[in-house]
């Protein structure tokens, strides 16, 4: 636990540079790039056009909830693109930062965060344009809205603790991002994004954590309902995510020591 406090004031402490660098870190990744920050955003966005299609269009899915079947999406997709990236982009943070890794004035438990910090940039703009897309349905904005920054929150605490661990794992054993992008692609069909889990009675939807933080998505931004209406499913979500943390952790702390010989 002793680690754990001294990392916060740490984090604390150089909280200027991390930022610092999480910029640095989202201008990189469009440097070259002719459209820019546009590439980011067209490939989520044709996600959601193509999904549209095959379940509203094609199959003529109905949400559970009295909305456009658009809008019942959109809220479920956008903090997975979130999370997703930052597993894809975290989990190669340390080949990424290498020559960050190799200086012992470094602390490397930043990398994993500078990524999520970066990853959620993007994230912060993909919720301004999901509420233009509510408003341009003529959708009244809502106090609950606020609560979409308590569940990015959330979000960026549950990716971030499995981010420690898949980084560090990825240092040893290559593998492992390839891996962790074949389970993002298997996970986004067992978390009811597409799905609700009334279409599957049986289905027990809650046993995945990320599955509070689509809820809690939804009811933000469609029923208006607050996070405290969720007790048991939300104490289970932070306790899972402080569990996967602490675990993260100390793999991350075990073989920190090994890094800078293997990169």
């Known amino acids: 636990m002793g680690y754990v406090i001294s990392l916060l004031k740490e984090i604390v402490a150089k909280r200027k540079l991390i930022l610092d660098l ?5 201008k990189k990744r469009f ?28 199959f003529k899915s109905t949400p559970p909830v009295d909305y456009p079947y658009v809008l019942w999406l959109i809220p479920g997709i956008v903090p997975w693109f979130f999370f997703s990236e930052v597993l894809n982009g975290g989990t ?12 012992m004035a470094f602390q490397v438990e930043m990398l994993p965060i500078i990524k999520m ?3 959620f940039m993007v994230h912060a703009i993909f919720l301004v344009i999901m509420i233009v897309v509510f408003l341009c349905y003529g959708i009244a904005p809502r106090i609950s ?42 996970g986004m069909w067992l978390v009811p994004i597409m799905w609700a889990p009334e279409m599957l009675p049986g289905a027990p939807a809650w046993l995945n954590p990320f599955y509070y933080i689509v809820a809690g998505y939804r009811d933000s931004m469609l029923t208006g309902d607050g996070f405290w209406m969720r007790p048991t499913l939300g104490v289970y ?6 569990a996967l943390m602490l675990i993260g952790l100390k793999v991350f702390k075990k073989l920190r020591p090994h890094f800078s010989d293997v990169l």
């Open 145 to 186: 809205w606020i609560q979409i920054l308590y569940y990015s929150f959330a979000c960026s605490m549950l990716s971030l603790a499995l981010t420690y661990f898949t980084s560090a794992i990825n240092v040893f054993f290559k593998d492992m991002a390839q891996i962790v992008g074949i389970l993002l692609q298997f």
């Open 92 to 103: 190669n943070c340390l080949q990424e930062y290498n020559y960050l890794v190799k200086k």
């Open 22 to 26: 999480a910029k640095a870190d989202f």
């Open 237 to 242: 979500f932070w306790v899972a995510t402080l």
């Open 117 to 119: 910090l970066s990853c």
């Open 31 to 58: 440097a070259g790039s002719y459209f820019g920050i546009a590439w980011m955003f067209l490939q989520p966005l044709a996600t959601v056009l193509v999904y549209f299609c095959v379940f509203q269009l094609g």
